[in-house]
């Protein structure tokens, strides 16, 4: 079956615009989770979704980013006012329920570039 | 905050020599996960280790969780040019559904 989508797969902004990256799970996966990934670096955690609730949003940076899921499946990550450290690839993963035993399942990811 | 420290950052091998790779914490993990990420794609998981002290093999490749489920290493016997690669630890450190990751080791296996 299809595995994680993202779109666009690569995304320039200029500084101070507004993005959004949107995340499709794999069907029937009711958790979905957002990273992002520097280069060189590990990704890092910003935010679960169990259903259309944000489970735990304790690694979103700051204000500017906010992420949404409102029926449950397709998901929203909207940056505003990017800066020049925005730029990462950001990692969108989903798995059946959220929580250990649970196998997240990655997706390519979309690259932003903040000029 | 939990952190996981991961080492070498980087390993650069001939054909056929062994390595391990290691990760470490100060925080107790209820599991940890070992995944291999390719360029221009999303980490793919290849174990998940849950009781302290548990070896699991996938065929050259051997992993371990500490007695004290705080840290964890990666053993590939007779690397290959295939296994060349990011190979990232994360863990889960309670019950919810956030993984912390390593920075990761950059793999190298030349023929």
């Known amino acids: 079956g299809a595995g994680v989508s993202q779109t666009p797969s690569n995304k320039v902004t200029e500084k101070g615009k507004y993005v959004e990256l949107r995340c499709d799970p794999i069907s029937g996966h009711t958790a979905l989770y957002w990273y992002r990934q520097s280069l060189g670096q590990g990704p890092e955690f910003l935010i679960y979704?169990?259903?259309?609730?944000?489970?735990?949003d304790s690694g979103l940076p700051n204000d500017r980013f906010f992420a949404v899921r409102p029926e449950g499946s397709v998901s929203t990550l909207k940056i505003q006012r990017t800066e020049r450290g925005d730029s990462a690839v950001y990692l969108c993963a989903s798995s059946l329920m959220a929580g250990v035993g649970n196998e997240q399942f990655f997706g390519p990811g979309t690259r932003l570039t903040v000029l | 905050t939990q952190l996981l420290e991961q080492s070498p950052q980087f390993l650069s091998i001939q054909e056929g020599e062994n390595l391990t790779v290691y990760c470490n914490s100060s925080s107790v993990f209820s599991s940890l996960q070992w995944y291999r990420q390719e360029p221009g794609e999303g980490p793919v998981l290849l174990v998940t280790v849950v009781t302290g002290g548990e070896v699991k093999k996938l065929k050259r490749l051997t992993f371990q969780f500490g007695d004290a489920r705080k840290d964890s290493s990666l053993h590939i016997t007779a690397a290959q040019p295939g296994d060349t690669g990011l190979y990232l630890c994360?863990?889960?450190?309670?019950?919810?559904?956030?993984?912390?990751f390593g920075q990761g080791t950059e793999l190298s296996v030349k023929p």
């Open positions: 979704f169990q259903g259309t609730g944000a489970a735990d």
């Open positions: 994360a863990g889960h450190y309670n019950q919810g559904g956030k993984l912390i």
